[in-house]
């Protein structure tokens, strides 16, 4: 119980700090894939620079490669309605998004920052949503504040109680307890 407060809680903390971020600037500092991205870090509270440099990455990798599957495909097009059936728009809106995907898939494996929300990254940026050099830099730049707030906290948690953070749901046999 304890854990699932826990987790929340700090998801929604994580969360909160973008939130303030994109309502002081007017920017999108909050978009779909950085939810799950800040679930994740909440759930598995360790701060190591190699999931850092994961999640960064990852997002990066969708963002650029969602981009470039726009640009090349669905320049113009955006998914804020739905496209008629068999549109030129909605063809080309979903060859830009299974293009972004696979691309992002095959980058992620191959350089080692799989990270499962940044597939969605690429489809938000891809489907033209989140779709001007800016705007993915702006992604990019709030998936690093993320990771970097996170890091500061577990810092902070690590400073005053010692530790990253409480062993919720183990009991003392080592056993997980749900």
């Given at each position: 119980m304890r854990r699932r407060l826990g987790t929340s809680l700090y998801a929604g903390l994580l969360f909160a700090v973008l939130g303030l971020v994109a309502w002081a600037t007017g920017q999108p500092f909050v978009f779909p894939s950085l939810g799950p991205s800040a679930f994740v870090l909440a759930f598995d509270?360790?701060?190591e620079r190699e999931r850092a440099v994961r999640v960064v990455g990852s997002h990066l990798i969708g963002g650029l490669t969602g981009l470039a599957a726009w640009?090349?495909?669905a320049d113009g097009a955006a998914l804020t309605?739905?496209?008629?059936?068999?549109?030129?728009?909605?063809?080309r809106l979903t060859a830009s998004a299974v293009t972004s995907l696979v691309a992002t898939s095959w980058a992620m494996i191959a350089t080692g920052t799989v990270h499962p929300p940044a597939c969605a990254t690429t489809l938000i940026v891809s489907l033209g949503l989140l779709s001007t050099p800016a705007e993915v830099a702006i992604i990019v730049a709030?998936?690093?504040?993320?990771?970097?707030?996170?890091?500061a906290v577990i810092l902070l948690f690590k400073r005053l109680v010692g530790d990253t953070?409480?062993?919720?749901?183990?009991?003392?046999?080592?056993?997980a307890n749900p």
């Open positions: 509270r360790r701060s640009t090349m495909i309605a739905t496209p008629p059936a068999f549109s030129p728009e909605g063809s709030s998936v690093t504040a993320l990771v970097a707030f996170h890091a953070h409480p062993l919720y749901g183990w009991d003392e046999a080592g056993d």
